[in-house]
């Protein structure tokens, strides 16, 4: 879980910075954007896996392998989708502490 406050912590300002690059001046609007994207994919596609069945103590003895490049895919998109979710997250409080201090 800290893994990915710290990805979201280093990513995010790099997602801003970029989009008020592309877009010129204070607009930031294309980093939101691509936060809400990455948070709706995995929102899709995540439900739409199956339950994975239990085996039998019988056939859970082998040596199976089979399932570890879906298993490796699954973790790497979870920890790619909760480094955007933090880093969008963190991004988010920054900016209501920013605006906060500057027009309130």
């Given amino acids: 879980m800290h893994f990915h406050f710290g990805l979201g912590a280093l990513c995010s300002p790099l ?7 592309i877009r010129g ?7 939101m954007w691509m936060f809400g994207l990455f948070c709706v994919i995995p929102a899709v596609w995540l439900p739409a896996l199956e339950a994975p ?3 039998k103590k019988e056939e859970n003895e082998g040596n ?8 490796l895919a699954v973790v790497g998109l979870t ?3 909760l480094g955007v979710y933090v880093g ?3 991004g988010f409080g920054s900016f209501v502490l920013v ?5 309130l």
């Fill in 53 to 55: 069945q239990l085996k």
């Fill in 25 to 31: 001046g204070q607009d930031y609007s294309l980093a």
């Fill in 79 to 81: 920890n790619l989708f």
């Fill in 99 to 103: 605006y906060a201090k500057w027009n």
């Fill in 15 to 21: 997602f801003v910075r970029a989009s008020m690059a």
């Fill in 64 to 71: 199976d392998k089979s399932h570890y490049g879906w298993t």
């Fill in 88 to 90: 969008a997250e963190t």
